[in-house]
T-cell receptor, first 111, second 116 residues
Framework: DQQVKQNSPSLSVQEGRISILNCDYT??????FLWYKKYPAEGPTFLIS?????DKNEDGRFTVFLNKSAKHLSLHIVPSQPGDSAVYFC??????????FGAGTTVTVRA | GAVVSQHPSRVICKSGTSVKIECRSL??????MFWYRQFPKQSLMLMAT?????????EQGVEKDKFLINHASLTLSTLTVTSAHPEDSSFYIC????????????FGPGTRLTVT
């Protein structure tokens, strides 16, 4: 049973524009959320996270928004750059510190 | 900081043999390490959690006798796929946390296992 869902398998965006990646979760016990970036044949690298006590966290070009009532979070990347082309995974965790991952969204930034 | 390595990066083995994959935290002590498996175009699925010096905790549906995990030190965990079969072919990734009660995991580069 997939507790974290990324319903868009792919996203194509022009360089300089905003990329918006969405993630939904079903487990109300999740209280910490993370976004990871992954290149082919490599492990995921941590991007940004947010605790359930916040609704927004910003780090440079990356901003994560959390809507607890809707069990929804999103990652905004602005401006998008060619190096941002990768697979982005949303992950969620509860008090056991285990991560549940979404299926990923492949982002392609067009020049 | 927070670098995790895996060895080997790729391995091809014959059906019925066993394969060992190493996961090392290079610049920090990893109290907890996790092992994941990723099928093509799918999510990372947690297989097991290992704490240094204790037995690993396996997720439901993961055969502990098939996937042997040893976390002998604070910088090394190993996953041994015993009597490998073609359906075990997958991308195996480990991660480590640098402290207690830490949500943020640092991932290794992964190991591509192909069983022929």
């Amino acid at each position: 049973d997939q507790q974290v869902k990324q319903n868009s398998p792919s996203l194509s965006v022009q360089e300089g524009r905003i990329s918006i990646l969405n993630c939904d979760y079903t487990n109300s016990m999740f209280d910490y959320f993370l976004w990871y970036k992954k290149y082919p044949a490599e492990g995921p690298t941590f991007l940004i996270s947010i605790s359930s006590i916040k609704d927004k966290n910003e780090d440079g070009r990356f901003t994560v928004f959390l809507n607890k009532s809707a069990k929804h979070l999103s990652l905004h990347i602005v401006p998008s750059q060619p190096g941002d082309s990768a697979v982005y995974f949303c992950a969620a965790s509860g008090d056991d510190y285990k991560l549940s991952f979404g299926a990923g969204t492949t982002v392609t930034v067009r020049a | 900081g927070a670098v995790v390595s895996q060895h080997p990066s790729r391995v091809i083995c014959k059906s019925g043999t066993s394969v060992k994959i190493e996961c090392r935290s290079l610049d920090f002590q990893a109290t907890t390490m996790f092992w994941y498996r990723q099928f093509p175009k799918q999510s990372l699925m947690l297989m097991a959690t290992s704490n240094e010096g204790s037995k690993a905790t396996y997720e439901q549906g993961v055969e502990k006798d098939k996937f042997l995990i040893n976390h002998a030190s604070l910088t090394l965990s190993t996953l041994t796929v015993t009597s490998a079969h073609p359906e075990d072919s997958s991308f195996y990734i480990c991660s480590a946390t640098s402290g207690l009660n830490s949500y943020e995991q640092y991932f290794g580069p992964g190991t591509r296992l192909t069983v022929t």
